[in-house]
């Protein structure tokens, strides 16, 4: 029942031929498909290394030291197993707008679990908001993509974004670097840039997908308004008009930037969405085409 | 079209405030759109400030036209729009009939006034519309509903023919009051107040008629001649001798010539021929003297009689009792020019030794001295020794003043003096149960006391021939209470009236307890009364004696003469008479409060859904809705993606 809520069938079809990329090369154990610059146990030839004490004799190439008498060692490429980690936030800024931002990323969330799922990566799904939630790890094929969609469906929208204080708990959770997607709407009350910055310079390769309402990004009203932050409870009273539409607009795609440029630095991808989107239409147009999947 | 339980104007102003009511409400709190966003931070960018914070403006014109039109409806409806003409709404009347004593004159005809009035009242009945609604009102001295509102002519009929006079007089402005008030309060539009009767009524010249008053007179002007009123007043010199008074009055428009005679006890008593001009109002003088008591019985012939009950009435007149009063004194001298002032006191004075302790019953006094054995009867002991006294001595004391009388106690009724000198006096403590009626500046002097199952007694601390008061006036009317007190029923009343049933208002003293009071008619049925003033009043709708009961005392009124206002009403030639032309109601009113009601409702529910819906309404692009689980109201808007 949680999949078919989620997710259609059709759409899990199309989800089957897909993989999850990251650019990065993460050390890390055989069983992975995509390629890393670490040497390893690999099969395909990487380089030629001086020998040094300690090295495997198995992979000295003697045919060199016949002809060279010097030892040098083979190094070979692998496709490490990288953990791919899922923060989904659930907080209430989530659920403004018409069309709620916190179902499309549970749907968003729950294709890129399957997709993974499909490739055997390892995911963690870890909701978020002021703090890390309950994570849920799943893996080992497509068979096991029930509990994530029940997972998924029991989360609730609650809270205050704190973007600092996840990013904080993240990196003492979870030491082994590898890929961390993102699903959020990166709207709260402090900023997000320096905490993903953290995130980065700890070794993790972001993914960061950007979801908005029409509402969020282009305010249909017009008058007095009194706004009430969803969050904070804050409100505000302001008259509203098409030149401040405008205004408004302009700052929140230079909050998009912002954030674009803090994932693009460090090597990693960002995608912005309008949740007028079909959830499809996200996965095999913007996600594909910043390569999050291919 | 009309409105049916206000007028436009109400309506109007209904309306109006009501519509005031919804804009503010709208303007507080519609006017400017709640948004609820995922953050502000944006919005302070394109922050402007507001223009005027204090000139609010209607954002939702479609809800607001809705909601007052909804509520223009609902009060169309509580109004009760009808559609047709006000003339088709069938409308309430009032017929007044009179039922008072006059009412059963009879004219030259024969006929009395009352069948006249009924035939009237029942022509009348005929010609309402159908759909108009009749209540009858009985008016004599006091108005009283008959029916309620009925459109049935056959309970109505019925209700008119078992009517019949009464024999108090009619006060046809408070019916007309009464009439007017029913109409005010019976919902729907009044209609006529139709009077039926000859209009002789109480206050006449103060009577105002209302706008939409009918009358139905009685053409018919009988001849009468009738008695007001039969007064007994006993001598002052002669006790035994009653001095009779008879009030005959001539009704009619013709002299006419009165022969009045009274029997007592059946036998002729006095008889006078008195000549009386129209309207005139006579006295007949007789002199009666009797001891015993019996009926004494007035009539009256005439050549107009067209009233019977008003030609004869009786009255039953007390006896003149004797009270023994035994007097035991040395000094009988001194007594007896107290006591024979009292016609009805049959006294025997004897010496203290040979006293008999009121062994006949009646009352006793001593004489300055206690008695060996225990008064069979009332006692007053005057100035009693100290050892014995029946109230204990606290003190004697002499040349002392009188100051103080029990206000309310009989025994003290009329006494104002506060100097009475005392040559020599005893100051009693007042034993438990009785009273200290009069009081020097050392205690009190005279006490009296009632016990349960004793006779009464009263001693005085001084003797009343003394020196210093034998030729006080207050002293024979200190005596005459104190044996009045003792024996109330040794002393009728002086006077006797035969008067008029309807309004009585009898004094009572001014400390009586309402809870104590009684108002009983002659066959022994309670009457309701109220007491105001030190006076009860009732009412007695019939002839017959009333019973005024008090603690220890009782009044009887002989109310046996009819109550006959002695004017007649002249109503002002505005106001319409007869029969009216037969009325009908071709065309009928339809009724539309339902239909407006309903879509008042409808209104109100299509604003709800549209403009406040709840968990899964629709959602109009613009307007506000309720997210589910959130409570707080959001704004919706579609737009293509």
């Given amino acids: ?294 | 079209m009309f409105l049916f339980n206000l007028s436009l104007a109400e309506f109007m102003a209904l309306f109006s405030i009501a519509s005031s009511v919804v804009i503010a409400l709208y303007l507080l709190d519609r006017s400017r759109r709640k948004v609820i966003v995922a953050t502000l931070r944006f919005w302070s960018a394109a922050r402007r400030p507001v223009n005027s914070p204090t000139q609010r403006r209607i954002r939702q014109w479609p809800s607001l036209l809705m909601q007052l039109a909804a509520l223009g409806c609902l009060l169309l409806a509580i109004a009760q729009l009808r559609w047709g003409s006000r003339d088709a709404v069938g409308r309430d009347h009032v017929l007044i009939l009179d039922t008072s004593a006059w009412m059963s004159a009879r004219g030259a005809d024969g006929v009395p006034l009352f069948e006249q009035a009924r035939a009237q009242a029942l022509a009348y009945l005929r010609v309402i519309p159908a759909s108009d609604r009749l209540l009858i009102l009985r008016a004599d001295a006091l108005a009283t509903p008959l029916t309620s509102f009925d459109t049935d002519h056959a309970k109505l009929e019925q209700a008119l023919r078992s009517a019949q006079p009464g024999e108090s007089g009619l006060d046809l402005s408070q019916a007309l009051d009464y009439a007017r008030l029913l109409q005010q309060r019976s919902g729907r539009p009044p209609g006529e107040i139709i009077y039926a009767g000859a209009g002789r009524t109480q206050a006449a010249e103060a009577l105002s008629a209302p706008t939409n008053l009918r009358l139905l007179p009685v053409k018919t002007r009988p001849d009468n001649v009738g008695m007001r009123r039969i007064g007994l007043r006993r001598s002052a010199t002669d006790a035994e001798l009653w001095h009779v008074l008879v009030s005959v009055r001539n009704y009619g428009g013709r002299p006419q010539e009165a022969e009045v005679a009274i029997q007592f006890g059946r036998a002729p008593a006095g008889f006078r021929r008195i000549p009386l001009a129209p309207g005139e109002e006579r006295e007949a003088s007789f002199e009666l003297r009797t001891r015993a008591a019996g009926l004494l019985e007035a009539r009256l012939r005439s050549g107009g009689n067209g009233l019977v009950s008003d030609d004869r009435a009786v009255l039953e007149l007390p006896a003149l009792a004797w009270i023994p009063v035994e007097v035991c004194s040395d000094q009988p001298q001194q007594l007896r020019p107290l006591l024979d002032a009292h016609p009805n006191l049959q006294m025997q004075f004897r010496s203290p030794f040979e006293c008999r302790n009121g062994q006949e019953g009646g009352i006793v006094i001593y004489d300055q001295f206690i008695p060996s054995a225990a008064p069979q009867a009332g006692a007053v002991y005057l100035n009693p020794p100290s050892a014995g006294s029946p109230a204990p001595v606290r003190a004697s004391v002499s040349n002392t003043r009188l100051e103080k009388w029990l206000a309310g106690h009989a025994i003290a009724a009329g006494m104002r003096r506060q100097d009475l000198l005392l040559d020599s006096a005893r100051v009693f403590e007042a034993p438990a149960g009785c009273a200290a009626v009069a009081e020097t500046e050392q205690g009190p002097v005279l006490v009296a006391c009632s016990p349960a199952d004793q006779p009464k007694r009263v001693v005085l601390g001084f003797h009343p021939m003394s020196a210093s008061l034998r030729y006080e006036l207050a002293v024979p009317l200190i005596f005459a209470n104190i044996l009045r007190w003792m024996q109330p029923q040794g002393f009728p009343p002086s006077e006797l009236v035969a008067s008029g049933v309807g309004h009585v208002s009898v004094p009572v003293s001014s400390d009586a307890d309402p809870a104590r009071l009684s108002v009983t008619a002659e066959d022994g049925a309670a009457l309701p009364f109220s007491v105001h003033n030190g006076a009860v009043r009732f009412l007695s709708a019939r002839a017959g004696k009333v019973r005024v009961k008090e603690a220890n005392r009782e009044s009887i009124h002989s109310l046996v003469l009819p109550e006959i206002p002695e004017q007649v009403w002249d109503a002002p030639a505005q106001l319409r008479r007869g029969l009216p032309g037969r009325v009908l109601s071709s065309a009928s009113s339809r009724d539309l409060w339902r239909w407006l009601a309903l879509l008042g409702g409808l209104l109100l529910l299509a604003e709800w859904l549209l403009f406040a819906p709840g968990p899964s309404g629709t959602r109009w692009p613009g307007f506000p809705v309720r997210f589910p689980g959130k409570g707080v109201e959001q704004t919706s808007m579609r737009r293509a993606s």
């Fill in chain 1, 1 to 294: 029942m949680a999949t078919q809520a989620l997710i259609d069938r059709k759409f899990l079809e199309k989800l089957e031929r897909l993989t999850i990329r990251w650019r990065k090369s993460f050390p890390g154990l055989v069983g992975g498909h995509n390629s890393s610059r670490f040497a390893g146990p690999g099969q395909e030839f990487l380089d030629h290394r001086h020998f040094h004490h300690g090295d495997d004799l198995r992979a000295v190439n003697w045919r060199a030291y016949l002809r060279l008498e010097k030892l040098f060692l083979k190094m070979f490429q692998i496709e490490p197993r990288v953990p791919v980690r899922l923060l989904l936030d659930t907080s209430l800024s989530m659920t403004t707008g018409s069309a709620s931002k916190f179902a499309y990323a549970r749907r968003l969330a729950a294709a890129l679990a399957y997709v993974g799922l499909v490739r055997l990566d390892t995911m963690v799904i870890v909701p978020f908001s002021g703090t890390l939630g309950e994570p849920h790890t799943c893996s080992g094929g497509r068979h096991r993509f029930s509990p994530v969609a029940d997972f998924l469906t029991a989360l609730t929208p609650h809270g205050q974004t704190d973007f600092l204080q996840v990013a904080r708990q993240f990196v003492n959770r979870y030491m082994q670097r590898g890929l961390l997607v993102i699903v959020s709407d990166f709207l709260s009350a402090q900023d997000c840039e320096k905490p993903l910055q953290y995130l980065a310079e700890f070794g993790h390769e972001l993914f960061l997908v950007q979801l908005w309402a029409e509402e969020d990004r282009t305010p249909p009203w017009d008058g007095e308004l009194e706004l009430l932050d969803v969050e904070t409870g804050q409100r505000l009273n302001l008259d509203f008009d098409a030149e401040a539409r405008l205004r408004y607009t302009e700052e929140f795609d230079t909050h998009g930037d912002q954030v674009q440029k803090v994932a693009l630095r460090n090597g990693g991808r960002y995608v912005g969405i309008p949740t007028s989107m079909p959830v499809e239409d996200a996965i095999f147009g913007p996600i594909h085409s910043a390569q999050g999947l291919r």
